[in-house]
């Protein structure tokens, strides 16, 4: 999926990015399903690479390919079982985090969608 490379401008640039990954690792960071799965103790590092993917993905400073090459998001992902009870939770996070960021409707549908199908096509396991 290719998007339009001023996605990132359109909705508030880093600030944006930083409120909605913020966001969303609150919510994590209760989840039940989630938080376990994170290796780590500190969520900050796995925050941290999220945001910098999201604002790569959507037009903005190329810094997580600097630190973590080519992106390969589904085999990154799996040493992590990830069926529909992971991708449940991982969306309800996300749909907070999003629905606060105060995008306008068109953004925040675009997002959406994309954080919608990105998360189906991470799972790896039907249960
Ligand atoms: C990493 C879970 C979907 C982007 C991780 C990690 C876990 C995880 C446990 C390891 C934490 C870390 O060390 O970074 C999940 C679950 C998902 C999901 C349960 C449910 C569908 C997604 C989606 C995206 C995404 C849809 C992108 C739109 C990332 C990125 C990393 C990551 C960028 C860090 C990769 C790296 O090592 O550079 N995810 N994830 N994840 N996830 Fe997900």
């Known amino acids: 999926v290719s998007e339009p490379q001023n996605f990132y401008d ?3 640039g880093a600030p944006t990015f930083e409120k ?3 966001r969303f690792y609150e919510e ?3 989840d039940d ?4 799965m994170y290796p780590e103790e500190d ?3 796995a925050e941290a690479r999220l945001r910098m993917f ?3 993905y959507w037009g903005g400073p190329r810094t997580y390919s600097e630190l973590r090459g080519h992106p390969r998001l589904r085999m990154r992902h799996m ?3 990830i069926g529909p009870v992971e991708r449940d939770a991982w969306l309800r996070c996300m749909r907070i985090a999003v629905d606060e960021a105060g995008l306008d409707d068109a953004h925040r549908d675009q997002l959406w969608q994309y ?3 990105a998360a189906m096509s991470m799972m790896n396991s039907d249960f």
């Open 79 to 81: 040493p992590f079982k």
């Open 115 to 117: 954080l919608q199908y």
């Open 43 to 45: 969520l900050g590092p």
């Open 10 to 12: 359109e909705v508030g």
């Open 28 to 30: 994590v960071a209760k």
């Open 54 to 56: 999201l604002e790569q």
């Open 20 to 22: 909605i990954v913020s």
């Open 33 to 36: 399903v989630l938080r376990p």
